[in-house]
């Protein structure tokens, strides 16, 4: 993660803490595509940078995560792959899996979508994430000239989800045996 990257999520942090108004309307921003709901525009445009174009992928993933933020805002080390592996632990759900199998197969024009529903699930009752890791891997994921990286995203979320699945229950049959 950059710099540009903790700072922004520090920014996201401090709205958490000193203005509930701003979270709300980052959350409120989720009912629009990602850098359209000029409401928000005050609380992360200045991090897009001044040559960025409004379709602009770093662009694009900086307003989906202040949203996402926004909706669920505990930060944690963990991905975001991790975290929704956890949830599925915790709740056993299979229905889970499918949503995140689904999401792994979304492309840029509905990957949006897909995240805005983990999010919300990890918000009932789930762990945090590392938001920077997810913006800049959100970053890669909306650039259109990334399919390779994509791809290698994709494997590596798959990879953390899965590891959060089988890591405990690994510990739980060294405890049993």
């Known amino acids: 993660m950059s710099k540009h990257d903790e700072k922004f999520i520090a920014h996201l942090k401090s709205l958490k803490e000193r203005d509930r108004g701003a979270l709300a309307t ?10 359209t709901y000029p409401q928000a525009f005050p609380y992360v445009e200045r991090f897009a940078g001044v040559d960025s174009h409004e379709r602009d992928a ?17 930060q944690a080390s963990a991905s975001f792959a991790t975290a929704f592996g956890e949830l599925m632990r915790r709740r056993g759900s299979a229905s889970i899996e499918k949503r995140f199998l689904a999401l792994l197969g979304a492309d840029a024009e509905n990957v949006f979508e897909y995240l805005k529903q983990a999010i919300s699930l990890l918000a009932a009752d789930g762990p945090g994430c590392n938001y920077a890791q997810l913006l800049n891997d959100l970053s890669s994921w909306l650039n259109p000239n990334l399919h390779e990286q994509r791809d290698r995203l994709r494997q590596r979320w798959a990879r953390d989800f ?16």
């Open 58 to 74: 770093r662009r694009l993933a900086l307003y989906a995560v202040a949203g996402l933020f926004a909706r669920h805002p505990a």
């Open 26 to 35: 980052l959350r409120h921003s989720l009912a629009f595509a990602p850098g």
């Open 162 to 177: 899965y590891r959060a699945l089988r890591s405990v229950s690994e510990t739980e049959n060294t405890l049993t045996e």
